[in-house]
């Protein structure tokens, strides 16, 4: 029960893009067309499901015996983006068709928010090492979710007349305003009447 | 003392990220050909496609990996292909003649009739569809320039009138235009030649005639009073062979009733 409220609440309520406005520079960099948001999207749930275990390790059996838990955010950052390269590196090796899908967008997730994000917030909510992984995992399908949904409504909009001063990036973050209105609707009471 | 553990668990948190690193990138290393990257930097980087690889970085693994014959890149042209013969120790068998895109047409709204007026998508393929195209000639340009549209160098312009011209001195020969054409108006010409046939048209003569005022009306003129002008009339269309030496070419565009053999370099 845990697990799925873990899924809902990131997926839906708490949605890194649309609720918590982590990770906006791939949700208007990344959104122009939906294949590549699929890429990204893939990738981020990846890093962020593989993030989530490998900071709480570092947090929980290093940082906070030895009493350093304000080191956090510094040692994530450390974690994050040696790891990101770590995955880059094996995923050229065994597999170049995967490397050239999402090869791209690796690198540019090193610096994502969102991927510090979730392990800050895992840290914050006490999650053990499963909760974690779970709460990666769906925060990485909200993101990819946002994405993608973004990415369909981009594609319909180069078809229509904008305006030429809202053509672009101006109409896409007007777009997204309005995205992020509709999952107000998504909140703790969905939980509870869902779950009981 | 405090400061000091935090520095220190820093440092061999880094140091131990470093060097697995430094393992991971010996252990996971990908061998890369040095000339494909060696070829890469020669190649124009237009991506353009004309050599019929994925972008320059698929001609150049191609061209490395000996999988792929030199010289189809017609944007670098014989300058490209030496080089990159160098580098891969082969011999240069040249690039071929340096060739460009042409548009066979010089009709347009005034000068050829409409069987109805098109008004839908800005694109040559849908009004293609509509009975092929609003005008009578059925051969030549639809003036919607989607060929503009795919262009990598911007070298295809249409003035006011609608008339389509490709710039010589632009075109990479990567023949995206003859492609996306659907009337196949667009050919490809040596960038030598100095007059080229603006028709398309296989219509016979009296249709052409009725229709446009500049299409090739079949006369034979250029192919019977030029001998060398290298014109001859096939299928009511007269077709000029780059090949013979072309001597009397600018006289036969000067005798042309319709003047249909116009100047290539304009």
Redo the contacts between chains.
């Keep these: 029960m845990a697990y799925i409220a873990i899924f809902i609440t990131y997926i839906f309520i708490n949605n890194f893009i649309l609720s918590q406005f982590l990770g906006l520079c791939p949700f208007i960099g990344v959104s122009k067309n939906s294949e590549s948001a699929i890429g990204m999207g893939m990738a981020v749930t990846f890093v962020m499901g593989i993030a989530s275990i490998i900071t709480w390790v570092?947090y929980n059996l290093?940082?906070l015996p030895?009493?350093?838990a304000y080191?956090q955010t510094?040692?994530f950052i450390?974690?994050i983006a040696?790891l990101v390269?770590?995955v880059e590196?094996?995923i050229?090796?065994n597999s170049p068709a995967l490397y050239q899908a999402l090869g791209i967008f690796l690198p540019l997730i090193t610096t994502n928010c969102a991927v510090l994000g979730i392990a800050i917030m895992n840290i914050t909510e006490g999650y053990n090492i499963m909760e974690s992984f779970s709460a990666g995992i769906a925060a990485g399908i909200g993101f990819t979710l946002a994405l993608v949904l973004m990415s369909n409504i981009r594609e319909r909009l180069d078809l229509h007349p904008v305006r030429k001063a809202f053509r672009g990036v101006p109409i896409a973050f007007i777009s997204g305003g309005l995205m992020a209105l509709a999952f107000m609707a998504f909140d703790k009471s969905l939980l509870t009447n869902l779950l009981g | 003392m405090n400061i000091l553990f935090a520095f220190l668990i820093i440092a061999v948190l880094g140091l131990a990220l470093g060097l697995g690193l430094a393992f991971a990138a010996k252990k996971f290393a990908v061998e890369k050909d040095e000339r494909a990257e060696q070829i890469l930097a020669i190649l124009p980087g237009a991506n353009c496609g004309a050599c019929g690889y994925p972008g320059c970085s698929g001609y150049a693994g191609a061209l490395s990996g000996g999988k792929a014959q030199n010289g189809l890149c017609s944007p670098g042209g014989a300058k490209t292909s030496a080089l990159v013969a160098k580098i891969l120790g082969i011999a240069d068998e040249g690039a071929g003649e340096r060739m460009v895109a042409f548009v066979h047409c010089r009709g347009n709204h005034e000068l050829t009739k409409r069987d109805f007026q098109y008004e839908g998508i800005e694109e040559c393929s849908a009004a293609h569809m509509l009975f092929q195209g609003e005008s009578s000639c059925k051969y030549g340009c639809l003036h919607l320039g989607s060929c503009m549209r795919v262009c990598p160098t911007n070298a295809i312009h249409r003035d006011e009138k609608g008339n389509v011209t490709v710039d010589p001195e632009a075109c990479i020969g990567c023949k995206k235009c003859t492609l996306v054409c659907p009337t196949k108006v667009i050919r490809m010409l040596p960038a030598r030649g100095s007059h080229a046939i603006a028709c398309n048209s296989r219509d016979p003569g009296p249709v052409v005639r009725k229709i446009c005022q500049v299409g090739c009306i079949a006369c034979k003129i250029c192919e019977k009073k030029f001998p060398d002008s290298g014109c001859t009339v096939i299928n009511f269309l007269s077709e000029i062979d780059y090949a013979k030496p072309m001597t009397q070419i600018a006289d036969a565009a000067a005798a042309c009733p319709t003047k249909c053999i116009v100047e290539a370099k304009q």
Excluded: D, R
């Design positions: 570092v290093v940082l030895l009493g350093l080191l510094l040692s450390l974690v040696g390269q770590f590196m094996i050229q090796k």
